[in-house]
């Protein structure tokens, strides 16, 4: 069982930077791929980048390719969204999700995770 808890999420102005943050409880943090993901009002949720157990693959959404970075401190059980260039069509609820997968494959799609934080607000105003 793994419990995630999100932060860092707030209002920006058009071009600045946010970093989210995303805690897991549970031994188990190191061997767990990690996923964020977000949801626009009115849109369904969609992929944003994720990252390996061990940090060895990412893989970002074409829209924020080049703007956000994914990392994670498996020492302290938190894995990170750093937001560059917002635009204000990045405004959503972002979402981390964590589940094992095997190797260094990280899954892209929401039912590939089983573990889903409660989200936190990301508004980008123009």
């Known amino acids: 069982q793994v419990q995630l808890v999100e932060s860092g999420g707030g209002l920006v102005q058009a071009g600045g930077s946010l970093r989210l943050s995303c805690a897991a409880s549970?031994?188990?943090?190191?061997?767990?791929?990690m996923g964020w993901f977000r949801q626009a009002p009115g849109k369904e949720r969609e992929f944003v980048a994720a990252i390996s157990y061990n940090g060895g693959t990412t893989h970002y959404a074409d829209y924020v390719k080049g703007r956000f970075t994914i990392s994670r401190g498996n020492a302290k059980n938190t894995v990170y969204l750093q937001m560059n260039s917002l635009k204000p069509e990045d405004t959503a609820v972002y979402y981390c999700a964590a589940d094992y997968f095997f190797n260094d494959y990280v899954g892209q799609k929401e039912f590939e995770y089983e573990y889903w934080g409660q989200g936190t607000q990301v508004t980008v105003s123009s």
């Open positions: 549970g031994r188990t943090f190191s061997t767990y791929a």
